[in-house]
């Protein structure tokens, strides 16, 4: 089941992101990156199984360096859990889907 993620952007990062009642993930990512498009599928699912409950988002890094920078984004893809405004988990790399799972359900609860 395929959803429709957010499109993070420096302009909405913080009404959509930081200013959410919801947990947000966050992909961080470049149309160049070869892991960040074997995870694209993933985070399209996960947008689509969390919609409601959480926000499923991605933040090209070329197109928004501001956030990326403000965040430490050294390798992509990496991706950041919010809760409450606040970073509260970081994975780098195209992990498998069950392990990204576990990490924003292990918020969520």
């Known amino acids: 089941m395929s959803g429709?993620?957010?499109?993070?952007?420096?302009?909405?990062?913080?009404?959509?992101?930081?200013?959410?009642?919801?947990v947000a993930l966050v992909d961080f990512w470049a149309a160049w990156c070869g892991p960040c498009q074997?995870?694209?599928?993933?985070?399209e699912e996960l947008a689509g199984e969390y919609e409601g409950k959480a926000v499923i988002a991605k933040l090209n890094v070329d197109e928004n360096p501001n956030t990326a920078a403000q965040y430490g984004i050294r390798s992509i893809p990496t991706m950041l859990i919010f809760k409450n405004g606040?970073?509260?988990?970081?994975?780098?790399?195209a992990l498998p889907?069950?392990?990204?799972?576990?990490?924003?359900?292990?918020?969520?609860?």
């Not at 889907?97 to 969520?108: D, Y």
């Open 38 to 43: 074997v995870l694209g599928p993933v985070i």
């Open 86 to 93: 606040e970073v509260v988990d970081q994975m780098v790399g």
């Open 4 to 22: 429709k993620y957010l499109t993070a952007t420096d302009q909405n990062f913080k009404p959509e992101i930081l200013d959410s009642d919801k």
């Open 97 to 109: 889907k069950n392990m990204i799972i576990e990490k924003i359900n292990a918020q969520i609860a």
